[in-house]
């Protein structure tokens, strides 16, 4: 495995020059990525193991073009933000901790930025998330059209809440120093665990102007500012070719998750009736 320098990361982003160390490089970078690697779980669904290397989510995201989760994009993008002369650091993220507490902690990885501006967040591991670093200061915002919030919970932990279209409805995040071995831990259950949802489930996003395609099992989502566009995949053809054209994933052997893809869909959806009474 040969290692990618940081030029062939850029070039992978459809960049040509080195963005500089400054709050408009970072939106620059955040963005190209954003539109150029798609958030997926593949190899989850594939039973393909994981892990936190930063490594190999390079060798992953630039020699094999693929896309990845948390781990592997915001850990990709905080070794391109260092080597590009960025104040950055590794920090805790807990996705829907609003709902199960402590529990979630580091099941999420972010990203902690200082400029002269102020501290940042940048993430391009939320799938559906901001498309731009978000400034460390509570109340509304507005990335892309899509409207955000970040609350202050505690002296440590703040509060990204997500839009109203969204998948995960928030998540929170502390910039301590973060817990590598509690990232590791997080890392493998989420890959075992039969309650994961990416275990359960195939998922896949990419931002583009004006839009976040998401893919759920069978179901595609294009979700704009002003609503969610749905269509529902017919067969493992219609699978591979959304992966290809939607996300610029070629992963041919997609294919042979389509019986589970179904299954899961049927059990989502009996579920839906059911609970409409």
């Given amino acids: 495995m040969t290692t990618p320098d940081i030029d062939r990361y850029l070039s992978r982003l459809g960049l040509d020059q080195r963005p500089p160390a400054t709050l408009e490089g970072l939106t620059a970078l955040h963005r190209a990525h954003l539109h150029n690697v798609s958030y997926e779980n593949l190899d989850v669904q594939l039973g393909r193991k994981l892990n936190t290397s930063v490594e190999n989510a390079l060798d992953k995201i630039v020699n094999r073009r693929r896309g990845g989760w948390c781990y592997e994009m915001n850990g990709v993008f905080g070794w391109a933000l260092g080597k590009l002369g960025f104040d950055v650091r590794r920090g805790t993220g807990a996705v829907m901790r609003e709902a199960a507490g402590d529990v979630q902690n580091a099941n999420h990885l972010v990203l902690r930025v200082v400029l002269p501006e102020g501290i940042y967040l940048a993430d391009v591991g939320f799938g559906d998330g901001p498309v731009a670093p978000i400034r460390l200061s509570e109340g509304p915002f507005n990335a892309a059209g899509f409207e ?8 440590r932990w703040w509060r990204l809440r997500n839009h109203k279209f969204s998948g995960a409805k928030s998540f929170d995040f502390n910039l301590d120093p973060a817990d590598e071995g509690a990232f590791a831990a997080q890392c493998a259950k989420l890959q075992t665990a039969p309650t994961s949802i990416f275990v359960q489930n195939l998922i896949c996003f990419r ?25 529902i995949l017919d067969n493992e053809q219609d699978l591979v070719r959304t992966l290809c054209d939607t996300f610029a994933l070629d992963v041919p052997e997609a294919a042979s998750l389509w019986p589970k893809i179904c299954a899961r869909h049927e059990e989502v959806m009996a579920q839906a009736a059911a609970a409409a009474g």
Avoid: K
């Fill in 148 to 155: 955000f919030g970040l609350d202050r919970l505690d002296d």
């Fill in 207 to 231: 931002h583009r102007d004006g839009a976040v395609d998401a893919l759920l099992g069978r179901a595609l989502r294009t979700m704009t500012p002003d609503g969610v566009e749905t269509r």
